[in-house]
């Protein structure tokens, strides 16, 4: 599975019995999805009359948006390649006392890439969250409700990229560095939860319902 | 764009300055991206030993998953289909009474689908997160965090396409057929949230979170 699979291939590999992608890939997804909207609003409102004291500011979120999306469709093949790490290491031969000792060295540090990959995801989805406020509070009124749902969508890849962050962290030696990205995640949560909600309700009252 | 572009054409045509595909089809592909996770859990924990007692009815999660997937997959084109009927119905000949009138019917009964469409979105997407928390309280512990995931997209999805339902049911003529939808929406939101988050915070004590 890669960025040029069919969306119809895509969900049939998620389905699969095959360990990925799994939530990790609709994780990455999810938020890409949240970016490309964000830069929609913007495309759709740059150049339009009526709109021209926030032009600039949306060619910069539009920019910004469209990094984000390229950094988290790459985060659909790097959760794969960091499961696959953890899964390779964990199946390194343990017959005699050095090998046990590089075998647990080499789970422990796939365990950290696959703690910290799924954590630039979060902070990915967290940046497209405060884009998608943005481009909510300036874009075309025509178009705001797709700000509503690049925040929806964002917002759910963030929780899902969060869940890959606990997991891996659980199983790490090294709990200061385990507990501070655990502590980093919980932080953008709460603070994810709020913008969302607040992104939400602004769309629903510029929309009338 | 298709069920058949990659996931990387369909970014693009979503970032881009096309009206079509916007948030309707990411709703939809957020809310089939749920159903297959929902998949991936039921096949991960039919045939494991330990969860003989599940299998069955996993099984029928799986079922009931598959077909709301298809019906999601085919609710990105059929926003498409329902937001260039609108648009064409605008664009209709006013010249005359009678082409006023044939023109205003036009636009109401495009209108009524373009609010119909997202409400079944709406509502597949229901069921996928009833789906979900039938998924994270039987599936396997191994892919526990899947069906967070799931539920988390599911969710997205339906309040995503619940704003599609606000935006045209508020400009049809007929009051009681659009106030019927907006109620029904109203209470599934309130539904899905709660399932949503206990859904959520399940899966996070599942796996030690």
Redesign the interface.
């Known amino acids: 599975m890669t ?6 291939t ?3 590999d ?4 095959r ?1 990925t992608p ?2 990790g890939g ?2 990455a ?2 938020g ?2 949240g ?3 964000v ?2 609003v913007a ?2 409102t740059i150049g339009k009359k009526n709109y021209e004291a926030v032009w600039e500011d949306l060619k910069a979120v539009n920019a910004e ?2 990094a984000l ?1 390229a950094k988290l ?1 790459a985060a ?1 093949e790097e959760d794969v390649v960091a499961f696959n790490s953890v899964m390779g290491a964990y199946g390194l031969p343990r017959a005699t006392d050095e090998e046990k000792a590089k075998r647990t060295a080499a789970i422990q540090a796939a365990l950290k890439e696959a703690t910290l990959a799924p954590l630039r995801a979060v902070k990915a989805c967290f940046e497209v969250i405060r884009l998608a406020a943005a481009a909510a509070e300036k874009g075309n009124l025509n ?1 705001i ?2 700000a ?3 925040v ?2 964002a ?2 890849g963030l ?2 990229a969060a ?2 962050v ?2 891996n962290a ?1 199983a790490i030696k090294d709990r200061d560095f385990a507990e501070k990205q ?1 502590a980093e995640v919980n932080a953008l949560l709460v603070e994810a939860a709020e913008t969302t909600e607040s992104v ?1 309700q602004t ?2 009252t510029k ?3």
Chains 1, 2 share one sequence.
């Open positions: 960025k040029n699979s069919s969306i119809a895509f969900l049939d998620l389905a699969s019995e360990p799994g939530g609709a994780a997804v999810s890409a999805v970016a490309a909207l830069s929609m495309n759709l948006a469209e999306r469709t659909i178009v409700s797709d509503g749902v690049a929806l969508a917002n759910a929780r899902s869940l890959n606990f997991i659980k655990i939400y769309v629903r929309i009338g319902s």
